[in-house]
Nanobody, 122 residues
């Protein structure tokens, strides 16, 4: 099971980025996928997840971020709009090992991508 994240970069506040996470090793369409992030000096926190057509977001990103997936490509995306300085973090994609279970705490995640850095300048 491998997750390959990409799409991070340096942007100014108010701009947009799209992260991608390509999965391999199993049929990921049967399992929730999503993103956590970790800012410098802070704990890793839940950002968003998708399970079939159901999407879940952290309050801090609701209305600005959109998660989607392409099951044919085994890929999940995170469209991030109206980025803020406080969105600066390393973003980690994840896949749940249990069907219909969306982990909200990092210790409950079984599969992680390698992380991609998003830097938002103010």
């Amino acid at each position: 099971v491998q997750l390959q994240a990409s799409g991070g970069g340096l942007v100014q506040a108010g701009e947009s980025l799209r992260l991608s996470c390509a999965a391999s090793g199993r049929t990921f369409s049967n399992y929730p996928m999503g993103w956590f992030r970790q800012a410098p000096g802070k704990d890793r926190e839940f950002v968003a997840a998708i399970n079939w057509s159901i999407t879940v977001y952290a309050d801090s990103v609701k209305g600005r971020f959109t998660i989607s997936r392409d099951n044919a490509k085994n890929t999940v995306y995170l469209q991030m709009n109206s980025l803020k300085f406080e969105d600066t973090a390393v973003y980690y994609c994840f896949s749940s090992s249990k069907r219909d279970y969306i982990p909200r705490q990092p210790l409950n995640v079984n599969y992680w991508g390698q992380g991609t850095l998003v830097t938002v300048s103010s």
